[in-house]
């Protein structure tokens, strides 16, 4: 089970910190990344982090967005700084063991958090 918090309104400019709390399966086997699916748009991976602690990003929020995870907390985070409205979007984290050639595609996730809302306006 993945459950996702922290979304919010921010004015442009502004910062978020969204959280990913996992339970029920062995957090270090996994790989969590962040998607989000924009009004009428189709869901994108955003961050990623694997369970050896490799990382990345989609290039629209690279330099503004940092993806983390605490083990004993079983919590992954995205900091999103210097928010733009074009990252208004219901944010999901996902977790999967698969392998694959990019985490940030979305067919490689097996479990699924419930989303939260993130909107950038002023």
């Known amino acids: 089970q993945l459950q996702a918090s922290g979304g919010g309104l921010a004015q442009p400019g502004g910062s978020l910190r969204l959280s990913c709390v996992v339970s029920?399966?062995?957090?270090?086997?996994?790989?969590v990344g962040w998607f989000r699916q924009g009004p009428e748009k189709e869901r994108e991976g955003v961050a990623y982090?694997?369970?050896?602690?490799?990382?990345d990003y989609r290039d629209s929020v690279k330099g503004r967005f940092t993806i983390s995870r605490d083990g004993a907390a079983n919590t992954v985070f995205l900091q999103m700084n210097n928010l733009r409205p074009d990252d208004t979007a219901v944010y999901y984290c996902?977790?999967?063991?698969?392998?694959?050639?990019?985490?940030?595609?979305?067919?490689?996730?097996?479990?699924w958090g419930q989303g939260t809302l993130v909107t950038v306006s002023s």
């Open positions: 996902a977790a999967t063991r698969r392998g694959g050639s990019t985490y940030l595609s979305a067919l490689l996730y097996t479990s």
């Open positions: 029920g399966f062995t957090f270090d086997e996994y790989t």
């Open positions: 982090i694997t369970r050896r602690g490799d990382i």
